[in-house]
């Protein structure tokens, strides 16, 4: 199947900066998801997106549906230790299949 | 808070043995999938379902079968294990509709020796 590029892969940042990551794709998407999943753990639901341009906030969590349909983007203001982990993307198509992204690896230095 | 829960965290097998991975869902979602997750290659969609004794295959079903006799369990069948199947096993579900959301389960790592 089709996986989506995310960008940046990882990212080693200080405590307190802010954090921004992003996925594109080759297809239109109707939806997009992004993720964080801790190290043995099942990915955890963070945002949900619906319509292109759409800009969506979860605390410190701030994610936007690409105006094109084709990416979108994800930034964490005021990073601490717990932000640490992997998040990824997921993109629905019109032909409700669900595509993942690479995923991104945070590591917050206290 | 819709909840997925996966029966095992941790799996250790023998190759050749029949594994059955289980997966119950408590939000009465129609779709239910099973994903693995392997370092560098991302998900990958075993097989999903879209209602009971419903099933379709996805990406990588070869040595894998489902079982859903009912709406709220789907389970994952290793009729025969193999050491390529090690993996992380991640079970989800969603309802169907415009604005469809994927909730996963905590994982069942499983070791096949």
């Known amino acids: 199947g089709q996986q989506l590029n995310q960008s940046p892969q990882s990212m080693f940042i200080q405590e307190g900066e802010d954090v921004s990551m992003n996925c594109t794709s080759s297809?239109?998407?109707?939806?997009w998801l992004w993720y964080k999943q801790d190290p043995g753990e099942g990915p955890v639901l963070l945002i949900a997106?619906?319509?292109?341009?759409e800009l969506t906030s979860n605390g410190r969590l701030t994610a936007q549906f690409g105006i094109t349909r084709k990416d979108s983007f994800l930034n964490i203001s005021a990073s601490i230790p717990s932000d640490v982990g992997i998040y990824f993307c997921?993109?629905?198509?019109?032909?409700?299949?669900?595509?993942f992204g690479t995923g991104t690896s945070l590591t917050v230095i206290p | 808070d819709v909840k997925v829960t996966q029966s095992s965290r941790y799996l250790v097998k023998r190759t050749g043995e029949k594994v059955f991975l289980e997966c119950v869902q408590d939000?009465?979602?129609?779709?239910m999938f099973w994903y693995r997750q392997d370092p560098g290659l991302g998900l990958r969609l075993i097989y999903f379902?879209?209602?009971?004794?419903?099933?379709e295959k996805g990406d990588i079903p070869e040595g894998y079968s489902v079982s859903r006799e009912k709406k709220e369990r789907f389970s994952l069948i290793l009729e025969s294990a193999s050491t390529n199947q090690t993996s992380m096993y991640l079970c989800?579900?969603?309802?169907?509709?415009?604005?469809?959301?994927?909730?996963f389960g905590s994982g069942t790592q499983l070791s096949v020796l």
């Open positions: 379902s879209y209602d009971v004794k419903m099933k």
């Open positions: 997921a993109g629905r198509t019109t032909g409700n299949q669900f595509y």
């Open positions: 989800a579900s969603s309802e169907q509709g415009k604005n469809e959301k994927l909730f």
């Open positions: 297809s239109i998407f109707n939806t």
């Open positions: 939000m009465d979602h129609e779709n």
């Open positions: 997106l619906y319509k292109a341009g």
